[in-house]
């Protein structure tokens, strides 16, 4: 049953858009080669994740300026894989759920747990498309 549940997390942030990365190789190989703007979206299993963090993904995805690419890990389940694209959130303590848009493989913004929890999914929604007009081109402009 638990990983019936845990599949349903991961599919979640799959519809929303996001490349599934399951491993150190799968991190590295969407970031060091990553040109333009790549959201990570760190996915858990709290209530915050389920509640907040997904739905929010999915609204944000429907904004006019989006990341070039999305890809997620999942923190407590692919482990070394999670670890791994923290290591690329410089300066950044381990947060999950959380977000971090890099460009061209470098951090330019992160969204912690704590910007997250007790939150609405429309401040967070509003959190992430703020980062995606500052940071990424508009769908209108492509």
Same mark, same amino acid.
């Given at each position: 049953?638990?990983?019936?549940?845990?599949?349903?997390?991961?599919? $979640?942030?799959?519809?929303?858009?996001?490349? $599934?990365?399951? &491993?150190?190789?799968?991190?590295?190989?969407?970031?060091?080669?990553?040109?333009?703007?790549?959201?990570?979206?760190?996915?858990?299993?709290?209530?915050?994740?389920?509640?907040?963090?997904?739905?929010?993904?999915?609204?944000?995805?429907?904004?006019?300026?989006?990341?070039?690419?999305?890809?997620?890990?999942?923190?407590?389940?692919?482990? $070394?894989?999670?670890?791994?694209?923290?290591?690329?959130?410089?300066?950044?303590?381990? &947060? &999950?759920?959380?977000?971090?848009?890099?460009?061209?493989?470098?951090?330019?913004?992160?969204?912690?747990?704590?910007?997250?929890?007790?939150?609405?999914?429309?401040?967070?929604?509003?959190?992430?498309?703020?980062?995606?007009?500052?940071?990424?081109?508009?769908? $209108?402009?492509?």
């Amino acid at each position: 049953m638990y990983d019936i549940l845990i599949q349903q997390m991961r599919d $979640e942030v799959k519809r929303a858009g996001a490349q $599934e990365l399951r &491993s150190p190789e799968d991190v590295d190989a969407s970031i060091l080669n990553s040109k333009g703007t790549l959201l990570v979206v760190v996915n858990s299993v709290c209530g915050c994740a389920a509640g907040i963090s997904r739905p929010a993904l999915a609204k944000a995805m429907n904004h006019t300026a989006v990341p070039d690419k999305v890809v997620t890990v999942f923190a407590g389940q692919d482990k $070394e894989a999670t670890a791994r694209a923290r290591s690329y959130f410089d300066n950044q303590p381990p &947060s &999950s759920p959380s977000f971090a848009l890099l460009r061209d493989g470098k951090l330019v913004e992160m969204i912690h747990r704590h910007q997250i929890e007790g939150h609405s999914v429309d401040q967070v929604v509003q959190r992430l498309t703020g980062t995606f007009d500052m940071n990424c081109i508009s769908r $209108e402009k492509q």
